[in-house]
C-alpha cells in the first residue's frame, strides 16, 4: 500500500493519496482550462484521496458541462485535485466509461519526480459538450 503527501504551493491544502497505486504515468488535457493550467494528473479511485484540510479552504470552479469540479487553494491558487467531467454522449456512444474518482495534479505530490513520468495526451479541445 502505498501513500502520497500533497499540498498547494503555500501548504494551506493538504492531502494524501493512499492505496495499492502506482504513479507510472500522468495526463496532460488541452482543453481551453488545461492548457492554461498546466497541472499533470493521473486519476485515482474516489476514496484513495484523503483531505487533510477543511473544504472551506478551497474553491470550486465549475464551466461547461458543469460536471467537472476544480478546486483551487484560496490563498495561492494552485489546483491540487480535480473531479473528471462526465463523458459527452458522444463518448458514451464510443465506449468511454464513466470514472468516478479523482485527478491528482502529481506536481502537488512529495516525492515525484514529474519530469520522469511518461504523459499521455488528452484531446480535451476535440471534445463537443453540446453533442
Request: net charge neutral; glycine share 8%.
Amino acid at each position: 500500500m502505498s501513500t502520497y503527501k500533497g499540498s498547494c504551493h503555500c501548504g494551506r491544502v493538504r492531502f494524501e493519496v493512499h492505496g495499492d497505486i502506482a504513479i507510472d504515468h500522468a495526463r496532460v488535457c488541452d482543453c481551453s482550462i488545461c492548457h492554461r493550467r498546466g497541472a499533470l494528473n493521473f486519476r485515482v479511485p474516489k476514496d484513495a484521496l484523503s483531505l487533510l484540510t477543511p473544504w472551506e479552504e478551497l474553491t470550486l470552479y465549475q464551466w461547461g458541462s458543469k460536471t467537472a469540479m476544480d478546486f483551487f487553494c484560496r490563498t495561492c491558487g494552485i489546483l491540487p485535485f480535480r473531479r473528471p467531467s462526465d463523458p459527452t454522449p458522444q463518448e458514451l456512444r464510443d465506449g468511454v466509461e464513466p470514472f468516478d474518482g479523482w485527478a491528482v495534479n502529481v506536481r502537488c505530490l512529495e516525492g515525484i519526480d514529474s519530469q520522469s513520468l511518461p504523459v499521455k495526451q488528452i484531446r480535451g479541445s476535440q471534445i463537443r459538450h453540446d453533442a
